[in-house]
């Protein structure tokens, strides 16, 4: 190393959300304390650390969103709140002791590999690092995405994205704009309803929206969790199953999902009496082409006497607030934007660079992203991402993530066992990986629902999702097949620097 103040691990980790606090809690259970994690935030957490807006709730029951391997039988509710889960992965890294290798604060600023040394060298927090194996685990939803409007430099009160929440405004008597109408919109737009004086949504494109089934947990509930962990396990498979039982409509025939969408029907009339809202409420595309979402309480809070819901387009912002495109000014005192995250454009792209010094964003130039197994990418030996793309399986991120993590610790475990320095999968895998998932998914509901979505590339490609079940995913996972990749092996044992500085050891 020429670096000789550069600590050095086995694995480094970016991002304490579900997906590094896994790796790290993966490897402490297999007996390798050689690791760092690398948080950006004074917190762990990830997604639900950052996201705290009012309503902030997890999509998916709270007993498939957890990790497997630590359970939690103290759930209070179907459908977890944000600081709920934010608590559970803060007692995940207490339970597994993994504490001491998190370095929160610490922002990886540039990670690049060093071909000759065959080792990434890292930047974070302004300090030097190196490690054999890099895990990126910063997750599709940490850039918060905020458009390009005219004139939002010029506006006159606070603008700010559902991600950065302002904690310190009182909204109570003011007239507030909202822009976009995704998942997290449809959360927080309810609660902001309750307390302004005008709310004014400006909707490009309606979501589906289904009945909530979320409930509380009661005493008794988590008694039996606790006291009996094979009921949790047996819910948690249940719960499964019927995410699973979506995928047909999903992947293979989408005419299978018509009775969602007339449920989603129902539900829109009988909670918008007004025929001219209800029309503007209603998506013409087909269900699941963009990503459908539960509320009980969003439809109301758009039907309430201080609620507008504007369909025109945005033409500028204004000092005092938003003109659209049929010339109507819309008055505001502060605007929320509810428009989702940079899946294809991350910033954070441009820090990770390859062997030939290239980022990851310039070989994705333009947002066609591709990672074989949505996992590793030519160019980037040793490199293994998190919720990549075509990754994601139509269930809980957790299940794609214990996926992967099979993966990548047994690549790690074939890296040490068998004397290799590093792993660089071919183009040629990657692309055959690409044909294979572009035809499974070229009959899709994302592909053929009719809707323009975050799913898709710049050029329309699908880059999300995995064409199948989840056991096929999973099964794919088990073992990392080094037929795959470029290996190279070590010509003497690899010499590591002691990091227990670095843990407080």
Not at 35 to 43: C, H, I, K, Q
Not at 437 to 460: F, I, K, Q
Not at 461 to 484: K, S
Request: proline fraction near 6%.
């Amino acid at each position: 190393m020429t670096q000789t103040t550069a600590t050095h691990v086995n694995t480094a980790i970016i991002g304490a959300g579900f997906g590094g606090i896994g790796a790290a809690m993966r490897l402490k259970s297999a007996n390798d304390d050689d690791f760092l994690v690398f948080e950006r935030a004074p917190e762990v957490g990830g997604t639900w650390q950052a996201n705290t807006y009012p309503g902030a709730q997890c999509d998916i029951p709270s007993v498939l969103y957890s990790f497997s391997f630590a359970p939690n039988p103290d759930w209070t509710r179907l459908y977890p709140l944000q600081h709920e889960l934010q608590s559970y992965l803060q007692r995940c890294v207490a339970d597994a002791e993994i504490g001491p290798h998190i370095l929160l604060g610490h922002e990886v600023s540039r990670a690049d590999w060093d071909e000759l040394a065959q080792v990434w060298r890292i930047t974070a927090g302004g300090r030097q690092f190196t490690a054999t194996v890099l895990i990126m685990a910063t997750g599709p939803f940490s850039e918060p995405s905020i458009p390009d409007l005219p004139g939002l430099d010029e506006f006159d009160g606070p603008a700010f994205h559902s991600a950065q929440w302002r904690h310190d405004l009182d909204f109570r008597g003011k007239a507030v704009g909202v822009i976009g109408t995704g998942a997290s919109a449809v959360q927080f737009i309810p609660q902001l309803q309750q307390v302004a004086a005008e709310l004014t949504v400006f909707q490009r494109t309606p979501t589906w929206i289904l009945p909530h089934p979320d409930r509380p947990i009661g005493a008794a509930g988590r008694r039996a969790f606790a006291t009996l962990p094979v009921l949790q396990r047996a819910l948690r498979a249940l719960v499964g199953l019927g995410q699973e039982a979506m995928v047909p409509g999903l992947v293979y025939w989408p005419t299978l999902l018509n009775p969602f969408a007339a449920v989603g029907r129902w539900h829109l009339k009988r909670q918008v009496r007004d025929r001219v809202l209800r029309e503007k409420l209603t998506p013409k595309y087909v269900f699941g082409c963009k990503r459908p979402t539960f509320s009980n309480t969003y439809y109301p809070a758009l039907a309430a006497p201080n609620t507008t819901v504007e369909t025109a387009g945005i033409r500028r912002v204004r000092a005092d607030g938003i003109e659209t495109v049929d010339g109507v000014h819309h008055r505001l005192d502060a605007i929320v934007f509810g428009t989702g995250f940079k899946l294809a454009q991350n910033e954070g792209f441009n820090r990770i660079h390859g062997r030939d010094g290239r980022s990851l964003a310039e070989v994705w130039d333009g947002g066609e992203m591709a990672a074989h197994l949505g996992t590793v990418v030519p160019g980037f030996p040793n490199l293994f991402m998190i919720l990549g793309p075509n990754s994601v399986v139509y269930t809980s991120q957790i299940v794609t993530i214990e996926a992967q993590l099979d993966y990548i610790l047994d690549a790690i475990s074939q890296l040490r066992r068998r004397g290799i320095r590093s792993i660089d999968v071919t183009t040629e895998t990657l692309q055959r990986f690409v044909d294979t998932v572009d035809r499974g998914l070229a009959g899709s509901v994302w592909n053929s629902g009719g809707c323009s979505s975050y799913y898709l590339s710049p050029s329309g490609r699908n880059f999300t999702f995995w064409p199948g079940f989840v056991f096929t995913f999973q099964r794919r996972m088990r073992h990392a097949d080094l037929g795959e990749f470029d290996v190279r092996y070590a010509a003497a044992p690899p010499v590591h620097t002691d990091a227990d500085a670095v843990m407080g050891r």
